[in-house]
């Protein structure tokens, strides 16, 4: 039995007892530590956003259900839509062996001897009409002229699936690189590869034709299955898999109500040149609505006088359901858009008032003056950099008067024509065009076809653009003249990042001609939110839009190989702004030619086609834009131009007019912004090479070459190529050299850079293009 002692008892360690390591948390406290510092407290509730908020495991079920319904829903509204609206496909032949229309009549002919329910139709305009009982779906086949670019490119916009047609035997055309680079960059629709004269070929080399032709559609197509046509079977897969398949978006053609005509008619009106054009088709996209405005690709813009409900002859031969023709909406002159696209600037809005006796008597009360040698025309604020002098006497006033006018009188003494090329001789543009590659030819007769001004002009640019490349913005120094005369509308800057300028400074008068928004990412989502609210045409009607104004001469010399699309224009879209879009050159398209900035372009702006001769600046972050002068072959430029208002996203093509007459895609890209507040700096770079090196002194020579010059650029940073910075010092001698201060040792084999930037505007160069001719 234990005694009392022994259940008080209690052992104790000794000095020799192990002390075991802790345990590592890491940089963080452990658990036991975070509840120790609680100390029993507990955080209050705070209300928990939206957007930090995890659903629960109900909630997360919910919405999964929810999204499930949703996507039911659409499925079966397509597939009740496929009732009323047939499924556009353009067919796109890649060889050049295939004729489109023998393999339509050739797969309706198979079809119907296999005993498939089919019904037929042709429009007016040249489609072909194709209902299958089987699938419960009309079909739309459309045959684009592929020879003009311009006009497939405007019929692919509005189609839903593209069945590109294959030759087994033939294999593709030698153009389909530019035609597949142009469909890509424009933005493509859900495709469909189907390859012909597969039984042409012999069984044991079928299989093998059949893979290097997928081997090649991948190229483009990387997950595209190519599918034969040969059978009633393979037709009908094919049919099955357009009608199935989700349909690709294209944005800026989803956003805009758009329309392929169908039926035209043309009634002229009093005027002989003018007329209505009766527009008809099935509406697709947004809601249309008669007091807004139109766009014909190629043509123009145009208001519209009334549009109408009518009733479609193909579709009701297999619905039975007839629609009586009625006026829908007829236009309200009072809330119908104009046409205006320019602002009519006021010549007296910046006119300058007298100024009141106050401010001469503030003027006059002054007894120091503030001198500064500013050229003429040179803003208050571009002459922030140029130093200041005072003065307490009259008579040092009036010396530095005479040397003002002095300096005014060697820009006198210079001719108009001679200050006009050496002052704007960056504003030149060389139109180029490329020499396109012909079929050999005999050797006696190449040099009669041998242009030796042309290659002259393209040797001369690839010189310009690999200059431009290897010394970036360098420009020698004139010695004929004084370089504060060639460069006074350039300025210093102390950093081209953080430093300041004026959006509003020295607008050229092409600014007073355009349109500007306070806020142009708001009224882009107010735009687009406010569609919904738009009453008119509802999408999938059989509508016929009778658009006013009509040149009779544009409707009659038409190409009727290419169809007439019609879309319709969100507000503002009419008018005139600064345009800046980014490109890229197309890796798929070989086209090595330098294109300088200020060349003529042809842009495929999403609906719009026109041609401008846009200023490139460097796609960088910041509130300046480095001017290029060159849009070299692995660069992303900015191309900034006059263009009319497009609402991003939407795709842009840039093509060059080549000597044959045919087009070259030089670049593509997207809308960047609408803004005329973009500062694009040219930058021009003056060097000079160190003749005697002291420490962290040296004397730099063959920047400038006279004394006046050097006291004139004094306050504008120096900076080497490897790295320095420095300032001028002082002139030495009167031939230009100057002693200058670094902030470090100088190497002689160094460079000594000084940088002056000026802004540049693009010029008034847009022209709307109508079919291949500008205007």
């Not at 696209?341 to 008597?361: F, L, S």
């Not at 003027?363 to 003429?376: D, F, G, H, L, W």
């Not at 003494?413 to 030819?441: F, G, Q, R, Y």
Request: charged share 30%; net charge neutral; with cysteine.
């Amino acid at each position: 039995m234990k005694t009392e002692n022994q259940d008080q008892a209690v052992h104790r360690p000794g000095p020799a007892k192990q002390d075991n390591k802790k345990h590592k948390t890491g940089r963080h406290r452990s658990k036991g530590t975070l509840e120790i510092l609680k100390k029993g407290r507990t955080a209050q509730n705070s209300a928990k956003s939206k957007a930090n908020h995890q659903l629960s495991r109900m909630e997360r079920r919910h919405q999964a259900k929810i999204l499930r319904k949703t996507k039911t829903e659409n499925v079966l509204n397509e597939k009740r839509r496929s009732l009323n609206v047939p499924h556009l496909v353009a067919v796109i032949p890649l060889s050049n062996n295939v004729f489109v229309n023998e393999k339509l009549m050739e797969m309706i002919n198979v079809l119907q001897k296999a005993d498939v329910k089919l019904t037929t139709s042709v429009a007016s305009e040249g489609y072909s009409h194709l209902w299958v009982e089987q699938f419960k779906q009309a079909f739309t086949f459309i045959r684009p002229d592929c020879s003009s670019v311009l006009g497939l490119l405007d019929t692919l916009k509005v189609v839903d699936t593209i069945l590109f047609m294959v030759s087994a035997e033939g294999g593709f055309d030698q153009d389909v690189d530019l035609l597949m680079t142009c469909i890509l960059a424009q933005g493509l629709p859900s495709t469909v590869v189907a390859i012909t004269d597969l039984e042409k070929i012999p069984i044991k080399k079928q299989n093998e034709a059949k893979q290097c032709i997928q081997k090649d559609i991948e190229n483009w197509l990387p997950d595209e299955k190519v599918n034969k046509i040969d059978t009633s079977t393979d037709i009908l897969n094919v049919l099955r898999r357009i009608s199935s398949q989700k349909k690709r978006s294209i944005t800026f053609r989803d956003k805009r109500p758009h329309l392929l005509a169908e039926e035209l008619a043309f009634i002229p009106s009093s005027d002989d040149n003018l007329g209505t054009m009766k527009v008809t088709g099935f509406l697709r996209g947004q809601t249309l609505s008669v007091n807004s405005l139109v766009h014909i690709p190629g043509w123009g813009d145009f208001q519209m006088e009334q549009i109408d409900l009518t009733s479609n002859d193909f579709i009701k031969s297999f619905t039975g359901k007839d629609v009586q023709t009625t006026i829908l909406e007829t236009a309200n002159p009072k809330i119908q858009d104009n046409l205006v696209c320019e602002n009519i600037p006021d010549p007296m809005d910046a006119e300058q008032t007298w100024p009141t006796d106050e401010e001469m008597k503030e003027a006059t009360s002054k007894n120091k003056r503030m001198i500064k040698r500013v050229p003429q025309g040179m803003s208050v604020y571009q002459s922030a950099w140029i130093p200041d002098e005072e003065s307490d006497h009259d008579d040092e006033n009036t010396g530095s008067d005479e040397d003002s006018d002095d300096f005014y009188s060697i820009k006198d003494e210079t001719s108009d024509n001679e200050m006009k090329s050496m002052l704007d001789d960056h504003m030149e543009t060389m139109s180029m065009t490329s020499i396109a590659s012909e079929a050999p030819i005999e050797a006696d007769k190449y040099d009669l076809q041998f242009d030796l001004d042309e290659e002259d002009k393209i040797l001369k640019k690839i010189k310009d653009a690999k200059a431009d490349q290897m010394f970036p913005d360098e420009v020698d120094t004139p010695n004929d003249m004084p370089a504060r005369i060639r460069f006074q509308k350039y300025r210093g800057l102390q950093s081209f990042r953080t430093s300041p300028w004026d959006v509003k400074e020295n607008l050229p008068p092409e600014y007073a001609r355009i349109f500007q928004f306070e806020n142009f990412d708001r009224t882009r989502k107010r735009m687009f939110k406010n569609l919904e609210n738009i009453t008119g045409a509802v999408p999938d009607w059989y509508i016929t839009v009778h658009v006013k104004n009509i040149p009779s001469k544009m409707f009659y010399s038409r190409d009727a190989r290419n169809p007439v699309v019609l879309f319709g224009l969100l507000p503002h879209e009419q008018k005139m702004s600064v345009l800046n879009v980014v490109l890229k050159r197309p890796s798929t398209v070989q086209f090595d030619e330098p294109i300088k900035s200020k060349s003529e372009l042809i842009f495929q702006c999403g609906f719009r086609r026109f041609t401008a001769e846009p200023i490139f600046s460097q796609h960088t972050n910041g509130n300046k834009f480095k001017y290029e002068r060159f849009f070299h072959q692995d660069s992303i430029v900015v191309a900034t131009m006059f263009a009319p208002i497009v609402y991003p996203p939407c795709s842009v093509i840039a093509m060059k007019y080549c000597k044959d007459g045919s087009f070259q895609i030089i670049g593509n890209g997207n809308v960047l912004s609408v803004n005329p507040d973009r500062v694009i700096v040219k930058r021009t770079v003056l060097s000079g090479h160190p003749f005697k090196v002291h420490k962290h002194s040296a004397v730099v020579r063959f920047m400038f070459f006279n004394r006046d010059d050097i006291d004139w650029f004094k306050p504008v940073e120096l900076r080497t190529k490897y790295g320095r910075r420095g300032h001028i010092k002082e002139p030495l001698g009167t031939h230009g050299h100057m002693k200058c201060g670094f902030d470090g040792q100088v190497k002689s084999q160094d460079t000594v850079c000084l940088n002056l930037y000026k802004r540049v505007f693009p010029k008034w160069t847009y022209n709307q293009f109508y079919n291949n001719v500008t205007k």
